[in-house]
């Protein structure tokens, strides 16, 4: 074997790696002297811009012209630490910048800043291009995809350039006929996609501009305190002494450093190059290993509330409360992590794994510390509403400052008690004796980081702050937590080495602050970028090509036709940063599925739909060819990539069959659900996605049997989708004919659902078309009534129900927009569904139940058989 090989073999080398996450990441040069002050300078202003653009202060301390261009100082400063901290090749030098990229930087600084310093020439044109700047926006979107290609590899400049290329040459006789339009000339077009707020200074780079960096920072600056090595040692410290313990303690170290890192190529290196070794040293393989942390990091992209900034981005996509977004994903999240740690202990149980260290706690005791630590901390964010608002009560003008000094006492507190023990400091996985870390010794030396995380959730989902203001505080909180803990500590401790302690946290702030920086280069680039893309949809309308293409490859399945809009998801999100993959998946295959949903009689709620794009997206981190979480994991492993990135894809089916899952049963996202059949749903949610597993990994109390397992698969099936089967012994709806539906919606239940299939000339083509509505009547007296306050009016001419145009604003009028309402042929109700009296689709989970513990009987009493019959055989 050559040295090469060898050293793939036994994995990087802990420089290596970071070179490796700062490649993908923060950038991998670094020049010394001057010019490396200068950029890590930049990268501290950068952060403090945006602190202060976030703040309660910016209205006074900030310009207003400053404020209103933020995107554009924004992107200015990426644009500029993007040709100067990522070099153009592999073979270009990264201990100093070469001239040429000098020039790039200044320059793409400078056209990111055009809109800024020729607004009003730009007004005065009414806000179009005219010749200069239609050149001058060209070569912007140029040097953005050349900053894009740097810090966020081929992929996504390659993707934006295709869309770019379809707008000029969209027309032309070489593009498919089911794809061709009529094309834009360079003035209209870049009018578009770098004047307006359409493309590239869209909403996408708006969110990043608002939200993200602070989030992004506020991971940073934790990480930089100390929380990420906390958390690890806190999950081996619970988790270790289990069989495949290791591999458990990573899913749970990774679930809580992806909540804060937002980067799973970052959160594999980081929490991976302690836990791989680890699992490969109690059996797992090199794949093995690297597929548990690449599976349990890109999880970390899903899980609430931050989601790699994905759910900001749904909250303008989708219309709808940060707070609603992350109660509708947390529970695929929460269950897709459960099943995660039982694939590891199947692993760990068909491998007989040995365990670590020397603890004998059982697994129940375990799993009931975890769950009463989880339920108290949340019951923290919950609860600390009221004394607040008994603060507020008491003291109603300064009742923000006694908060902060009330928060500053109990961070003095859980200082002085971190104090009573040593300081953490990483453990070596190669170490000839592993001790496993005491949970009752070590959880004081941390508890003071949870202080920062509690005020981010308080303002989030109590006070339900902006994300932006949100995240300003629990930073602000940080810079305290950084500048101060090590000095407190060392007053607690009696060391006289307050100066050098408050040098060394100012430094962890600074540093904290340009890692912070230096990690959105790629994202803002990535959200500038996808407004190219974002920018092509609106001004082409290919949205509607990309329908009728998914609609005419699936002909008209409804799963099929998932099945393929999630392989283009896939595929759209090959090489791109979670937050970018989410823009480009959602604009282009969001509006495909609800249409097509609708048209097939699902009508589906459009958060539903942008999870189920945003979690195909996701796994284009694990699947081959490109699969970047799963080619970091196999460069610490040491095993083979394309491997690992398969088993990786095996480990998170489940994170694949969830999506489908809540586009059929969205309690699964606990819409318009009480809190009994939340709890009642997230029980089953838990147990269906466990006998899923089980079912998928072909092992539950023992090795399954081929109709074990497919009755696993059922019993899963049930569980997660009793309406499928209820349905089909009483129908939920039953049809009313067309000339009686305007009682119908008089005497329908307030709120209850009623679902048109209506049919008309379609605006474009003349052709006759159909669609699908479901409308929930209002307790207004009387069908006409009801359906005139939700904007509609029928018209009934001899049976026949004709409809008029929605009135505009309301939701009905945009989404009936395909019709041409003043066409000879009408628009008419062609068929009207009222709901109908259904027994509570919740039954089915019993007859569900008892076939699972047929299937428990049947294996417990084969495990129980195996070790006599080896007794009878020696």
Same mark, same amino acid.
């Given at each position: 074997?050559?040295?090469?090989?060898?050293?793939?073999?036994?994995?990087?080398?802990?420089?290596?790696?970071?070179?490796?996450?700062?490649?993908?990441?923060?950038?991998?040069?670094?020049?010394?002297?001057?010019?490396?002050?200068?950029?890590?300078?930049?990268?501290?202003?950068?952060?403090?811009?945006?602190?202060?653009?976030?703040?309660?202060?910016?209205?006074?301390?900030?310009?207003?012209?400053?404020?209103?261009?933020?995107?554009?100082?924004?992107?200015?400063?990426?644009?500029?630490?993007?040709?100067?901290?990522?070099?153009?090749?592999?073979?270009?030098?990264?201990?100093?910048?070469?001239?040429?990229?000098?020039?790039?930087?200044?320059?793409?600084?400078?056209?990111?800043?055009?809109?800024?310093?020729?607004?009003?020439?730009?007004?005065?044109?009414?806000?179009?291009?005219?010749?200069?700047?239609?050149?001058?926006?060209?070569?912007?979107?140029?040097?953005?995809?050349?900053?894009?290609?740097?810090?966020? $590899? #081929? *992929?996504? @400049?390659? +993707?934006?350039?295709?869309?770019?290329?379809?707008?000029?040459? =969209? /027309? !032309?006789?070489?593009?498919?006929?089911?794809?061709?339009?009529?094309?834009?000339?360079?003035?209209?077009?870049?009018?578009?996609?770098?004047?307006?707020?359409?493309?590239?200074?869209?909403?996408?780079?708006?969110?990043?501009?608002?939200?993200?960096?602070?989030?992004?920072?506020?991971?940073?600056?934790?990480?930089?305190?100390?929380?990420?090595?906390?958390?690890?040692?806190?999950?081996?410290?619970?988790?270790?002494?289990?069989?495949? $313990? #290791? *591999?458990? @303690?990573? +899913?749970?170290?990774?679930?809580?450093?992806?909540?804060?890192? =937002? /980067? !799973?190529?970052?959160?594999?290196?980081?929490?991976?190059?302690?836990?791989?070794?680890?699992?490969?040293?109690?059996?797992?393989?090199?794949?093995?290993?690297?597929?548990?942390?690449?599976?349990?990091?890109?999880?970390?992209?899903?899980?609430?509330?931050?989601?790699?900034?994905?759910?900001?981005?749904?909250?303008?996509?989708?219309?709808?409360?940060?707070?609603?977004?992350?109660?509708?994903?947390?529970?695929?999240?929460?269950?897709?992590?459960? *099943?995660?740690?039982?694939?590891?202990?199947?692993?760990?149980?068909?491998?007989?794994?040995?365990?670590?260290?020397?603890?004998?706690?059982?697994?129940?005791?375990?799993?009931?510390?975890?769950?009463?630590?989880?339920?108290?901390?949340?019951?923290?964010?919950?609860?600390?509403?009221?004394?607040?608002?008994?603060?507020?009560?008491?003291?109603?003008?300064?009742?923000?400052?006694?908060?902060?000094?009330?928060?500053?006492?109990?961070?003095?507190?859980?200082?002085?008690?971190?104090?009573?023990?040593?300081?953490?400091?990483?453990?070596?996985?190669? *170490?000839?004796?592993?001790?496993?870390?005491?949970?009752?010794?070590?959880?004081?030396?941390?508890?003071?980081?949870?202080?920062?995380?509690?005020?981010?959730?308080?303002?989030?989902?109590?006070?339900?702050?902006?994300?932006?203001?949100?995240?300003?505080?629990?930073?602000?909180?940080?810079?305290?937590?950084?500048?101060?803990?090590?000095?407190?500590?060392?007053?607690?401790?009696?060391?006289?080495?307050?100066?050098?302690?408050?040098?060394?946290?100012?430094?962890?702030?600074?540093?904290?602050?340009?890692?912070?920086?230096?990690?959105?280069?790629?994202?803002?680039?990535?959200?500038?970028?996808?407004?190219?893309?974002?920018?092509?949809?609106?001004?082409?309308?290919?949205?509607?090509?990309?329908?009728?293409?998914?609609?005419?490859?699936?002909?008209?399945?409804?799963?099929?036709?998932?099945?393929?809009?999630?392989?283009?998801?896939?595929?759209?999100?090959?090489?791109?940063?979670?937050?970018?993959?989410?823009?480009?998946?959602?604009?282009?295959?969001?509006?495909?599925?609800?249409?097509?949903?609708?048209?097939?009689?699902?009508?589906?709620?459009?958060?539903?739909?942008?999870?189920?794009?945003?979690?195909?997206?996701?796994?284009?981190?694990?699947?081959?060819?490109?699969?970047?979480?799963?080619?970091?994991?196999?460069?610490?492993?040491?095993?083979?990539?394309?491997?690992?990135?398969?088993?990786?894809?095996?480990?998170?089916?489940?994170?694949?069959?969830?999506?489908?899952?809540?586009?059929?049963?969205?309690?699964?996202?606990?819409?318009?659900?009480?809190?009994?059949?939340?709890?009642?749903?997230?029980?089953?949610?838990?147990?269906?996605?466990?006998?899923?597993?089980?079912?998928?990994?072909?092992?539950?109390?023992?090795?399954?049997?081929?109709?074990?397992?497919?009755?696993?698969?059922?019993?899963?099936?049930?569980?997660?989708?009793?309406?499928?089967?209820?349905?089909?012994?009483?129908?939920?709806?039953?049809?009313?004919?067309?000339?009686?539906?305007?009682?119908?919606?008089?005497?329908?239940?307030?709120?209850?659902?009623?679902?048109?299939?209506?049919?008309?000339?379609?605006?474009?083509?003349?052709?006759?078309?159909?669609?699908?509505?479901?409308?929930?009547?209002?307790?207004?007296?009387?069908?006409?009534?009801?359906?005139?306050?939700?904007?509609?009016?029928?018209?009934?001419?001899?049976?026949?129900?004709?409809?008029?145009?929605?009135?505009?604003?309301?939701?009905?009028?945009?989404?009936?927009?395909?019709?041409?309402?003043?066409?000879?042929?009408?628009?008419?109700?062609?068929?009207?569904?009222?709901?109908?009296?259904?027994?509570?689709?919740?039954?089915?989970?019993?007859?569900?139940?008892?076939?699972?513990?047929?299937?428990?009987?049947?294996?417990?009493?084969?495990?129980?058989?195996?070790?006599?019959?080896?007794?009878?055989?020696?």
């Amino acid at each position: 074997m050559s040295d090469q090989n060898q050293h793939n073999r036994q994995g990087l080398s802990e420089e290596e790696l970071q070179e490796l996450v700062a490649a993908s990441d923060s950038g991998s040069r670094n020049p010394a002297g001057a010019v490396g002050l200068m950029i890590a300078t930049i990268a501290l202003v950068w952060s403090c811009f945006q602190v202060l653009l976030a703040s309660p202060v910016a209205n006074y301390v900030l310009p207003s012209d400053l404020i209103n261009n933020s995107r554009q100082f924004h992107l200015a400063f990426a644009m500029f630490l993007a040709f100067m901290a990522y070099p153009a090749l592999k073979s270009s030098p990264r201990h100093h910048i070469p001239v040429q990229d000098w020039v790039l930087a200044f320059f793409g600084a400078f056209i990111a800043l055009y809109g800024y310093f020729f607004y009003h020439k730009i007004v005065n044109n009414g806000g179009l291009a005219d010749d200069t700047d239609k050149w001058f926006a060209l070569a912007g979107i140029v040097v953005l995809f050349e900053a894009a290609r740097r810090a966020l $590899g #081929p *992929a996504m @400049a390659i +993707v934006a350039t295709v869309f770019l290329l379809y707008v000029f040459f =969209g /027309s !032309s006789e070489w593009v498919p006929e089911v794809i061709r339009w009529k094309g834009a000339s360079l003035q209209k077009a870049m009018s578009h996609m770098w004047i307006t707020s359409e493309g590239v200074f869209g909403i996408a780079l708006g969110v990043s501009t608002k939200f993200v960096f602070l989030f992004v920072l506020f991971g940073a600056l934790l990480d930089k305190a100390g929380a990420g090595n906390y958390f690890i040692k806190m999950a081996f410290g619970a988790l270790g002494h289990l069989k495949g $313990g #290791p *591999a458990k @303690a990573a +899913v749970v170290g990774s679930a809580a450093t992806g909540l804060i890192s =937002g /980067s !799973s190529i970052a959160n594999v290196v980081t929490t991976g190059t302690f836990t791989i070794p680890l699992m490969k040293r109690v059996g797992f393989t090199s794949e093995q290993a690297g597929s548990v942390e690449v599976a349990s990091s890109v999880n970390g992209q899903i899980m609430p509330p931050v989601m790699g900034a994905a759910a900001f981005l749904m909250v303008e996509y989708v219309g709808i409360s940060y707070v609603d977004v992350i109660t509708h994903a947390f529970l695929p999240a929460v269950i897709s992590y459960i *099943a995660l740690v039982y694939i590891v202990h199947l692993e760990a149980v068909k491998r007989n794994m040995p365990t670590i260290g020397h603890k004998t706690v059982s697994t129940l005791r375990t799993v009931l510390g975890m769950f009463v630590f989880f339920a108290g901390f949340a019951a923290l964010c919950y609860g600390i509403q009221y004394p607040i608002g008994w603060v507020v009560a008491l003291v109603p003008q300064g009742s923000g400052w006694v908060l902060a000094l009330l928060v500053f006492l109990a961070y003095l507190a859980l200082l002085k008690l971190a104090a009573t023990t040593e300081d953490l400091h990483p453990d070596d996985p190669n *170490a000839t004796e592993i001790t496993l870390p005491e949970i009752s010794e070590i959880y004081k030396a941390g508890l003071y980081y949870l202080l920062p995380i509690v005020v981010l959730v308080y303002f989030l989902m109590i006070e339900q702050k902006s994300p932006g203001l949100s995240a300003f505080w629990a930073t602000a909180l940080l810079f305290v937590i950084l500048l101060t803990q090590r000095p407190i500590k060392a007053l607690f401790r009696g060391e006289n080495e307050q100066a050098e302690a408050f040098k060394a946290g100012i430094n962890d702030l600074v540093h904290g602050m340009i890692d912070g920086a230096r990690n959105m280069i790629g994202i803002g680039l990535a959200t500038a970028t996808a407004g190219v893309i974002v920018g092509t949809v609106t001004l082409t309308g290919i949205g509607q090509v990309m329908a009728d293409l998914v609609e005419f490859v699936s002909g008209g399945n409804l799963v099929l036709m998932l099945i393929f809009v999630g392989l283009l998801s896939l595929v759209l999100g090959m090489g791109l940063p979670t937050t970018a993959n989410y823009i480009v998946v959602s604009s282009l295959m969001a509006g495909v599925v609800v249409e097509l949903g609708a048209q097939s009689g699902l009508i589906v709620p459009l958060i539903a739909v942008h999870l189920f794009v945003f979690y195909f997206g996701i796994m284009a981190d694990v699947t081959p060819p490109v699969g970047l979480a799963s080619f970091a994991a196999a460069a610490v492993s040491g095993g083979d990539a394309i491997k690992t990135g398969f088993t990786a894809f095996f480990y998170s089916l489940r994170t694949v069959a969830l999506p489908f899952v809540f586009i059929f049963n969205t309690d699964l996202l606990l819409i318009d659900v009480t809190i009994t059949q939340g709890i009642l749903v997230s029980i089953m949610a838990t147990i269906a996605i466990l006998v899923f597993t089980a079912g998928t990994m072909g092992h539950f109390i023992t090795k399954n049997r081929i109709y074990e397992s497919v009755a696993l698969v059922l019993i899963a099936f049930i569980l997660f989708r009793p309406d499928f089967f209820m349905n089909r012994i009483q129908p939920p709806f039953e049809s009313v004919a067309p000339a009686q539906f305007v009682e119908a919606v008089g005497n329908a239940p307030a709120g209850s659902e009623i679902r048109l299939v209506l049919s008309g000339p379609d605006f474009d083509t003349g052709d006759t078309t159909e669609t699908r509505i479901l409308i929930n009547p209002g307790d207004e007296d009387g069908g006409e009534a009801r359906l005139t306050a939700l904007g509609l009016t029928t018209i009934d001419e001899d049976g026949v129900v004709k409809l008029d145009e929605p009135f505009p604003g309301t939701p009905y009028f945009d989404q009936l927009g395909m019709f041409d309402f003043y066409a000879d042929e009408p628009v008419i109700v062609k068929e009207a569904r009222v709901a109908a009296d259904q027994l509570p689709k919740e039954l089915i989970y019993i007859p569900g139940l008892i076939l699972l513990i047929l299937v428990y009987l049947l294996q417990r009493s084969r495990a129980g058989r195996a070790p006599r019959e080896e007794g009878a055989t020696a």
